[in-house]
């Protein structure tokens, strides 16, 4: 998963961010938060989280929370949050590919004979 992050600068805020997700739980306690780290004033910047601990077809949720003091917080930008998928095969599909190769040469194999 990937974002872009920024926040506006103004003297005397910091707006602390904290990244969670959760494998189907709606409590903030079912979530596994990230360390919180301060967003970034000098313009957008792109974040990027690795879900692929978490297995194929993963179904859940994920959270971006306001982590610091809140007399410290201005507000935060985010924009274009992609979530990918399918970087690595499944072994089914894999399967399904060797399956379609090998026919194709068997047909290809009765066309000659």
């Known amino acids: 998963m990937s974002f872009w992050l920024r ?9 602390e961010i904290a990244f969670g997700f959760s494998q189907g739980g ?9 360390a919180s780290f301060t967003a970034p004033t000098n313009g957008w910047t792109l974040y990027t989280v690795n879900l692929g601990g978490t297995g194929a077809a993963t179904t859940g ?4 929370q306001y982590a610091g ?8 930008g985010i924009d274009t ?18 399956s379609g190769l090998i ?11």
């Open 81 to 98: 949050l992609t979530v990918r998928t399918g970087d690595v095969p499944e072994p089914a599909t894999a399967l399904i590919l060797a």
């Open 61 to 64: 949720r994920f959270a971006i």
């Open 26 to 34: 709606k409590l903030l306690s079912d979530f596994t938060m990230s």
């Open 7 to 15: 926040a506006q600068f103004y003297p005397d805020t910091a707006d």
């Open 103 to 113: 026919g194709m040469a068997a047909a290809r194999r009765r066309r000659r004979t």
């Open 69 to 76: 003091a809140a007399d410290t917080m201005n507000y935060i």
